[in-house]
């Protein structure tokens, strides 16, 4: 286990609306407004053909190879996530969502492109006094969070 200590700055109440690209609007609400780590937590619509990365298709093998799986209607959405900045300094949002419809749910990294359903409401507690970054690591061809 890595780890290192931050401290809360300050919280955003976010409202995103219908059709905005989740991870690419939160990154550019943080480099807007200089946030360089937070903690993140959404609520809401996913629209049909939002893209989700649902695992690796073999987690041992020596390349991982990412799966998708494209939603086939509107989902209903509960998900958290992070945001540190990547070597070069710029924020990257790394966030898993629940996404349900009827008795179906399927769950994911939002990372391929999932597209808000008329709204999603987020909560970004902003992290202060913090090194974290996501660094390259060749093993894995991941950003991986450096603490």
Known sequence: MKYSEAKQGRVFVIRLEDGDVVHEVIEEFARQRSIRA????????ADMGSKLVV???DGRAPQIT????ILDNVYEVAGTGTLFPNESGKPVLHMHVACGR???TIAGCVRRGVKVWQVMEVILYELTDTT????FEPATG??????
């Open 38 to 45: 937070g903690a993140l937590i959404v609520v809401g619509g």
């Open 55 to 57: 695992g690796p298709k």
């Open 66 to 69: 990412p799966m998708e799986h």
């Open 102 to 104: 009827k008795s179906s």
């Open 132 to 135: 974290a970054v996501r660094a």
């Open 142 to 147: 991941f950003e991986l969070l450096r603490p």
